[in-house]
Each structure stands twice: as C-alpha cells, then as structure tokens.
C-alpha cells in the first residue's frame, strides 16, 4: 500500500520560502495516471488543495495558490516537493501530501485522495 511522508523545517520567516518534500513508499510517482498532491489545514479551518504533480510531470494549481507555489520532482527518490515563497502567518497551517487519480472529478474532491501523510505543520513567525 501505497504510504507518503512530509518532512521540512516546522518553523519559517515571513517573508521567505516555505519548502517541504514528500517521501513516497509503496508505489511510484511515475505510475499512470496517479497525481501526488500537496494539502493543507491552518488552525480551526478546513483543508487547502494546493496543487499536484501528475505521473508525467504536469503540474496542475490552485487559483488561490498558483502565484507563489512550485510543485517539483525528484523521480531518482521519489519524492515530490512544494515550495511557497513570500509566506506570511496565514500560512501557518499542517501540510499534507497525498495521492489520486488524475482524472478524478475534482481536485478539491478531498474524498478522492488516498495514501495521506501523517502532516507536518509548518509556523510562520519572526
């Protein structure tokens, strides 16, 4: 069974570049037609999709989110990474990773997803 793990630092600076990698066990990133995407849930509010890196390496984005965020890849580990410049404390949030079909319905169907990571939160504080 597929299984996906987030790491990265807990803490970063307004202003700079949050980055997070997801670790993939249990299946490729590779694998038709899977998309690996990044999720998050601030303090008292409901989950984020962010945005996916499909089997091919498409990238696909939120609207809310597309201007300052990077999805990447790194096939050789598989692994899968997000980068979020400019953060603020509204960024402050738990970050996931998780797996589904590129061709689901909607990529803010969170219901779709699978292989969750346990999450990592990440602070915004000077």
């Known amino acids: 069974q597929v299984q996906l793990q987030e790491s990265g630092p807990g803490l970063v600076k307004p202003s700079q570049m949050l980055s997070l990698t997801c670790t993939v066990s249990?299946?490729?990133?590779?694998?038709?037609?899977?998309?690996w995407s990044w999720i998050r849930q601030p303090p008292v509010k409901g989950l984020e999709w962010m945005g996916a890196i499909a089997y091919d390496g498409s990238t696909y984005y939120s609207p809310s989110f597309k201007s300052r965020t990077s999805i990447s890849r790194d096939t050789s580990k598989n692994q899968f990474s997000l980068q979020l410049s400019s953060v603020t404390p509204e960024d402050t949030a738990v970050y996931y990773c998780?797996?589904?079909?590129?061709?689901?319905?909607?990529?803010?169907?969170?219901?779709?997803?699978?292989?969750w990571g346990q999450g990592t939160l990440v602070t915004v504080s000077s």
């Open positions: 998780a797996r589904r079909d590129q061709y689901g319905s909607s990529w803010y169907d969170l219901a779709l997803f699978e292989g």
């Open positions: 249990g299946g490729s990133i590779t694998t038709s037609y899977y998309a």
